[in-house]
């Protein structure tokens, strides 16, 4: 008996430790989210008549071409910019994984630099710069006397440009991260039997940090799909991120059934990737030690 | 017929101004099929010589050869050699047949050559059935074997070995090691393998290399390094030796209250005086004879091993046969039968009495 009280007592105790940031996230995400999801599905209360199930919503999103437009301009930049990241993160994890120069160290502080600039800071640093009258365009003007400067300002390229940016630090610790735990002499060996450099990065090194890589791939497609701040701040008026179009359909349009039907749509399209992302993380290591 | 040269071979780390010498004007030769350890403690230098061999270090000076050609130019992937790891060595996400038939298939060999090859090299080291699985189905000690199987189905001229060996447990490792020996007879392969364990360097090897502090101390066979070791280092850290401080004087060796002959040759002059423990013998009280209360007597099988305290000469270690009756606390004389006397760097005199 005594151990048997023991063990509810521990039980107990287990659960009570968890409890405080379950409800809270129970009571105020998962329950708002789950009727929130439920209203885009249900027809509106009219007096005399019973609310039923309806995709009447869906069908206005799809229907309408700037609502179309938004969602494939928000999936492309989404695209682009993780493509983007991969191209400028994984030379720099490499150069900073198998450096042992000096300035390996400068490189990777410049890296994380990002990690701590708010993204509202950021987008006013990249107007002040990049924007028009901005330092780069006034440095081409005196120097060059070039007057053809086109500023990525309040265009595609702006936000890209500068969720690139923000998103470095994040992309690089991961993938270091995930090359510092494939060990030297797994590559050397690989050197020894006579791999060239670009079979072992490609046969050796890429399918052993397929996990980080996996990782890094769905947070970011996540983050960027629903980032607002950069968006919000540097790029066009139209088309617009599903963050901005959200924010504008809420705040300006006043049409709440509207910005919550894009919002589960974004959200069912992140779960997507979310799904791939856990698949990652609690797949069993058969293989692995 | 393979056979592997380093010459005045040099490797410093470090910055011009305040360089580490990890490897300094090392001279081995390694016959053709001969299978030659490098021992010494960690940090003097010997698995930085091996790497160097490997491709994986790059010397400061000197050559490294392999048939009296030149291979220091080469990458690690297009010379000669295959290396054994000490550890982490297989690659997790392959089976134990692609590990094997990974430098196989580098080198465009038809599909069941290769399957033959990975199967005879499985089978050499008697992991023939275990193709299908992945490493981390493996033990340590078979993953070991798969990692000297895929050095060995390359047919390399020179195998390399980082002390592949030393993370296994203690039996095992003994098992493993006289395995590969017997490998390495069959094939008549030339091997360099390195270890900090002397008495793995003893049991494999046909000649081993002494190395201290990035220099070459002594390279000579196994028997020999034992009996006559040429410098005070490598008396010390083969084997147990008791090292007395002693004084040479006409002819004779002063060691403590005891007077020893010495050669001719000695100058006068203070000296090392090292005694193995066996090279003693349990006599009777009188001239010459060396006395102690024994402090500490552990049975190790087929001997004893005796700590006795001597009022002049401290701590001694002796090895005696277990016919002797001898116990804890008792006192025990004895005398040396054989010694030598180390004078400076210069190589020692041996006495035999």
Not at chain 1, 86 to 110: D, E, H, K
Not at chain 1, 180 to 186: A, C, K, N, P, T
Not at chain 2, 77 to 88: D, G, I, L, S
Request: include cysteine; hydrophobic fraction near 45%.
């Amino acid at each position: 008996m005594a151990t048997r009280s023991r063990y509810l007592n521990t039980l107990f105790a287990g659960y009570a430790l968890i409890a405080p940031p379950l409800i809270i996230l129970v009571l105020l995400i998962f329950y708002p989210a789950g009727q929130a999801i439920v209203r885009t599905v249900m027809t509106d209360q009219e007096v005399g008549i019973a609310a039923g199930l309806t995709l009447d919503r869906y069908f206005n999103f799809f229907a309408d071409p700037i609502a179309r437009s938004n969602l494939w301009f928000t999936i492309w930049v989404t695209v682009v910019t993780t493509a983007l990241l991969f191209l400028v993160c994984f030379p720099l994890s490499l150069y900073l994984r198998f450096s042992s120069s000096r300035i390996a160290g400068i490189v990777q502080v410049l890296a994380l630099f990002p990690l701590f600039v708010p993204g509202v800071i950021l987008a006013f640093a990249l107007i002040r710069y990049l924007g028009p009258r901005g330092t780069v365009d006034t440095f081409l003007r005196i120097v060059f006397n070039y007057t053809g400067f086109v500023t990525p300002y309040l265009k595609p390229s702006g936000i890209i440009f500068a969720l690139v940016w923000d998103h470095i630090p994040f992309t690089v610790l991961v993938l270091t991260a995930g090359l510092r735990q494939v060990e030297d002499s797994v590559i050397e060996a690989a050197r020894d039997v006579g791999a060239s450099g670009l079979r072992v990065f490609f046969q050796i090194v890429l399918p052993l940090i397929q996990r980080p890589l996996l990782i890094v791939f769905c947070l970011n497609m996540i983050g960027i799909f629903g980032s607002f701040t950069i968006p919000y701040l540097l790029g066009p008026a139209a088309p617009q991120m599903m963050g901005v179009y959200m924010q504008q359909t809420f705040t300006d349009y006043l049409d709440r059934s509207g910005a919550e039907t894009q919002a589960v749509l974004s959200f069912l399209i992140c779960s997507v990737i979310g799904a791939l992302y856990v698949r990652t993380v609690t797949r069993r290591r058969g293989e692995r030690a | 017929m393979p056979t592997l040269d380093l010459i005045n071979l040099r490797k410093q780390f470090g910055s011009v101004t305040n360089p580490v010498v990890a490897v300094n004007d090392l001279n081995i030769n390694v016959a053709d099929g001969e299978f030659l350890c490098i021992l010494g403690p960690s940090g003097c230098g010997k698995s930085t010589a091996l790497r160097m061999v490997a491709g994986f270090e790059e010397p400061s000076g000197g050559d490294v050869q392999i048939d009296q050609q030149s291979i220091i130019n080469m990458p690690p992937n297009k010379r000669p050699t295959a290396m054994v790891f000490q550890k982490y060595t297989l690659w997790p996400h392959m089976k134990v047949y692609d590990n094997i038939a990974f430098g196989l298939k580098l080198r465009h060999l038809p599909k069941n050559q290769i399957d033959q090859e990975v199967q005879a090299s499985l089978e050499l080291v008697g992991l023939g059935r275990y193709g299908d699985r992945y490493p981390a189905q493996l033990s340590g000690g078979e993953q070991q074997r798969v990692a000297i199987a895929r050095a060995l189905v390359l047919k390399p001229k020179i195998l390399l070995l980082d002390e592949p060996f030393s993370n296994l447990d203690a039996l095992l490792r003994v098992r493993l090691r006289e395995e590969l020996r017997q490998i390495q007879r069959n094939l008549k392969i030339t091997a360099v393998f390195v270890t900090h364990d002397q008495e793995e360097a003893l049991s494999l090897a046909d000649r081993i290399a002494v190395m201290s502090k990035g220099e070459l101390q002594q390279l000579d066979k196994p028997a020999t390094i034992y009996a006559r070791p040429k410098t005070l280092f490598v008396a010390d850290f083969i084997g147990a030796m008791n090292m007395l401080d002693g004084e040479v004087n006409g002819g004779v060796v002063k060691v403590g209250n005891q007077r020893l002959p010495s050669p001719a040759e000695c100058v006068a002059a203070p000296a090392k005086i090292a005694i193995r423990p066996e090279d003693v013998i349990v006599t009777q009280t009188g001239e010459g004879a060396w006395h102690g209360r024994i402090t500490q007597v552990s049975d190790l099988g087929h001997y004893r091993k005796v700590f006795v305290q001597s009022p002049d000469l401290g701590m001694l270690k002796l090895y005696l046969p277990k016919s002797i009756e001898i116990n804890d606390g008792e006192m025990i004389t004895f005398k040396p039968t054989r010694f030598l006397i180390f004078q400076g760097p210069l190589p020692p005199f041996e006495v035999k009495l």
